[in-house]
């Protein structure tokens, strides 16, 4: 799907981030890593590069506006273009509800999880627009609901969703489409350690509290980190030319919308 396309990663950690990286790697890819941990982006490169493409790591705090500026430098020194963009950075918000999360805290989460993706993208519009890129924000299948204590959660999402919109909108005129995937529960590491977690709570075994989630799912599963790597990476590639300002749901039905 992305054969000899460049591809930025912003956000590359355990589960989705890898997945993202070495699946555009098996699509065709080259890949250009950014997060804060460098010893985790060397690790990811060594797979992306195992793959046959080349690899470029930037460790990069991807709120700061000097940092931000120096991987988009960097990805085009190297490289000499980018095609896509996918923003995966993500803080977890505060689980409060909204009339008792300090505010301070809501900021914080908007720094990460809205204006660090609005940045990049800013900054690399020049080179998608020559290129006749895309970009790809990860959302989350919280737009669907409003439970508590999701509130901030939600609200960071929505606010991501906004961007992901307008930008549609404002770059759609000079060949650049922005779109989303929103994942509900990936079946990783970190979801793992919640359902051990819970399982120990409950004094039940872990497989127990899978099969009650996977019980509401209409395929009776979980989503891996590879299955919604594909999906974003599918709104990247030329396969999806005519999809712009789309959110796409990857849930296995755990919600329809």
Same mark, same amino acid.
């Given at each position: 799907?992305?054969?000899d396309?460049?591809?930025?990663?912003a956000?590359?950690?355990?589960?989705?981030?890898?997945?993202l990286?070495?699946?555009?790697?098996?699509?065709?890819?080259d890949?250009?890593?950014?997060?804060?941990?460098?010893s985790?982006?060397?690790?990811?490169?060594?797979?992306?590069?195992?793959?046959?493409?080349?690899?470029?790591?930037?460790?990069?705090?991807?709120?700061?506006?000097?940092a931000?500026a120096?991987?988009?430098?960097?990805?085009l !020194?190297?490289f000499?273009?980018?095609?896509?963009?996918?923003?995966?950075a993500?803080?977890?918000?505060?689980m409060?509800?909204l009339?008792?999360?300090?505010?301070?805290?809501?900021r914080?989460?908007?720094?990460v999880?809205?204006?660090?993706?609005?940045r990049?993208?800013?900054?690399?519009?020049p080179?998608?627009?020559?290129?006749?890129?895309?970009?790809?924000?990860?959302?989350?299948?919280?737009?669907?609901?409003?439970?508590?204590?999701?509130?901030?959660?939600?609200?960071?999402?929505?606010?991501?969703?906004a961007?992901?919109?307008?930008?549609?909108?404002?770059?759609?005129?000079?060949?650049?489409?922005?779109?989303?995937?929103?994942?509900?529960?990936?079946?990783?590491?970190?979801?793992?350690?919640?359902?051990?977690y819970?399982? !120990?709570?409950?004094?039940?075994?872990?497989?127990?509290?899978?099969?009650?989630?996977?019980?509401t799912?209409?395929?009776?599963?979980?989503?891996?980190?590879?299955?919604?790597?594909?999906?974003?990476?599918?709104l990247?590639?030329?396969?999806?030319?005519g999809?712009t300002?789309?959110?796409?749901?990857?849930?296995?039905?755990?919600?329809?919308?």
């Amino acid at each position: 799907m992305l054969a000899d396309k460049v591809v930025v990663i912003a956000g590359v950690g355990p589960g989705l981030g890898q997945a993202l990286a070495v699946r555009a790697a098996h699509h065709g890819a080259d890949v250009v890593l950014a997060a804060r941990t460098e010893s985790y982006l060397t690790e990811v490169a060594g797979k992306v590069t195992a793959a046959g493409r080349r690899a470029l790591v930037m460790p990069a705090d991807l709120t700061d506006d000097d940092a931000s500026a120096a991987l988009a430098e960097a990805a085009l !020194a190297e490289f000499g273009r980018v095609d896509g963009l996918v923003n995966n950075a993500f803080a977890m918000p505060p689980m409060r509800s909204l009339g008792k999360v300090g505010l301070d805290d809501l900021r914080s989460s908007f720094e990460v999880n809205v204006l660090a993706a609005l940045r990049l993208t800013r900054l690399l519009t020049p080179a998608l627009v020559e290129s006749g890129g895309a970009v790809v924000m990860v959302n989350s299948a919280v737009l669907r609901h409003s439970r508590r204590p999701f509130g901030p959660y939600k609200l960071a999402k929505a606010g991501l969703l906004a961007v992901a919109q307008n930008l549609a909108s404002e770059l759609g005129p000079r060949g650049v489409r922005v779109n989303s995937v929103a994942p509900g529960w990936i079946w990783a590491d970190s979801l793992r350690l919640w359902f051990d977690y819970q399982a !120990a709570q409950r004094e039940v075994p872990p497989q127990q509290i899978y099969d009650e989630i996977a019980a509401t799912v209409d395929l009776r599963r979980l989503p891996e980190p590879d299955e919604v790597a594909d999906a974003a990476l599918f709104l990247l590639s030329g396969l999806a030319r005519g999809i712009t300002g789309q959110c796409l749901d990857v849930n296995c039905g755990e919600f329809h919308h």
